[in-house]
């Protein structure tokens, strides 16, 4: 349960940085048009700081999923699986958007990209769509899901 709340919490964080970093990268690319490029300052402080602080909640993320994950009763959800493909995708197009190389356009679909991922996340493990898993050609209810409350009403 503790790896659990650990995963949850850092999951959580992993999509206020994003947004927070999206909004400060807008705020800067601002400043850059108004300004003259070399009074615009050079990422450092707090942004650095939130840069490594979504890398650490990216890593706690991964090592509790993994190990929520291998611990799963062999019973693997449609919307953990959808998770985690939009997970994978989420992370690679944070790098395109934050990593100051490449044109504004690649930025700003990477930006859209992550935004749009993070979004069905959070919508994936609210709602938890098709709670049902194929295993040995049955559906079956998830543990602790609605779905396995109508199997098992009491
Ligand atoms: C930003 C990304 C993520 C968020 C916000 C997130 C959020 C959550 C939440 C809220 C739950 C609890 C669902 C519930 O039982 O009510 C959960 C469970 C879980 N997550 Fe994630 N997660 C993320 C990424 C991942 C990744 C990358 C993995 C795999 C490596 C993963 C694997 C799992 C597993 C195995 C469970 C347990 C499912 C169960 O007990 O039925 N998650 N996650």
């Known amino acids: 349960m503790l790896i659990k709340i650990i995963h949850m919490s850092a999951g959580l964080l992993v999509i206020i940085l ?3 970093q999206a909004v400060m990268l807008l705020q800067r690319r601002r400043a850059a048009q108004a300004f003259p490029v070399h009074s615009v300052q ?7 700081g939130l840069k490594m602080a979504l890398h ?12 929520l994950l291998a611990n799963l009763p062999g019973i693997y959800p449609y919307w953990l699986m959808a998770k985690i493909g939009l997970f994978v995708l989420a992370i690679v197009f944070s ?9 504004k356009r690649r930025q700003n679909i990477s930006l859209i990209g992550a935004a749009i ?5 959070l919508f994936l493990v609210i709602v938890k769509p098709w709670g049902y898993v194929l295993t040995g050609h049955a559906n ?13 009403p009491n």
Request: hydrophobic share 50%; proline share 4%.
């Open 140 to 152: 079956q209810p998830v543990s602790g899901s609605a779905s396995e409350a109508l199997v098992h």
């Open 18 to 20: 994003f947004y927070v």
């Open 56 to 67: 650490i909640c990216w890593t706690i993320v991964i090592v509790a999923g993994l190990y």
């Open 42 to 48: 050079p990422i450092t402080g707090l942004a650095k």
């Open 95 to 103: 790098i395109f958007s934050f990593r100051g190389k490449g044109s």
């Open 117 to 121: 991922c993070y979004a069905l996340i």
